[in-house]
């Protein structure tokens, strides 16, 4: 791989980890499209790392706050607003944890075709589109409940599928249950941050223990520094976006997204 193509991928991660088209898709399907060498493993831990510390830098203010409050929490027993999302987040957690951890393999060596997430894309479409109609405008963070967090974690496990996008299923599941398009994806990308760390910590430890070294850290470094640039930039927009528009734009984008993909698919035969 060049180092263009590793700043190209980087930056189509980087942005569609948060835009909801997701970014195991694009990961798999421009490669395809474009004749590009596979990513690799170890290339997409660096690109995932490097979204990440972006979601990291972005909300480092609330980061922080809860960090404040959980440890005030571990002295006090005091359950403040921060304690409680902290509390929500691991509900939320769980599901992606617990699947991740049984039938991750499984779907590693069973759903890595092209042709899987290009139709997992529709399924994207459908989501987002089923969210937008179900779901009204009314409710914040301060109104979740652990029953909607562990709903918005169970849409989140299901991203393990290629194409099905994770702040997709996450976003259209709170819209769902009548969140705001703002509130539901500031949820939706703080679940993010600690499933990448620590899916990359698990894969880092299996490629230690299968000798890889970090051969071409050039394009490595290019794809971290891509995909966080790119993650910063593109969450803020995000984020500015939704508290005026649905998210409507992107299910239009998944479906001729997927239908270029069969239709090349059709004419290679």
Request: hydrophobic share 60%; net charge positive.
């Amino acid at each position: 791989m060049t180092i263009l193509q590793a700043i190209v991928l980087g930056i189509v991660q980087g942005a569609t980890e948060f835009i909801p088209v997701s970014s195991s898709g694009h990961l798999l399907l421009i490669p395809w499209l474009m004749g590009w060498d596979s990513p690799g493993l170890t290339f997409t831990i660096f690109a995932h790392l490097g979204t990440a510390v972006g979601v990291l830098i972005n909300l480092w203010d609330e980061w922080l706050a809860m960090l404040v409050s959980l440890l005030r929490w571990l002295r006090t027993r005091e359950v403040d607003d921060n304690v409680r999302l902290v509390g929500l987040l691991l509900i939320g957690l769980l599901p992606a944890v617990v699947v991740g951890l049984l039938f991750s393999n499984f779907f590693e060596r069973v759903f890595t075709k092209p042709l899987v997430a290009a139709l997992m894309l529709l399924v994207t479409a459908a989501f987002l589109v089923i969210g937008e109609r179900v779901g009204k405008l009314k409710r914040s963070l301060a109104d979740m409940t652990w029953k909607d967090a562990l709903i918005i974690g169970m849409a989140q496990a299901l991203a393990i599928f290629p194409g099905l996008s994770r702040s997709g299923s996450t976003i259209a599941a709170a819209r769902a249950r009548d969140f705001k398009r703002e509130d539901a994806a500031r949820y939706s990308f703080m679940l993010l941050m600690p499933i990448v760390f620590g899916v990359s910590l698990l894969k880092s430890v299996d490629l230690a223990r299968q000798g890889v070294t970090l051969a071409g850290v050039e394009v490595l470094l290019a794809a971290f520094f891509a995909a966080l640039i790119s993650a910063v930039l593109v969450m803020r927009w995000l984020l500015n976006y939704l508290r005026t528009r649905s998210t409507a734009v992107f299910a239009i984008y998944c479906v001729a997204a997927s239908l270029i993909c069969l239709t090349v698919f059709v004419v290679r035969g």
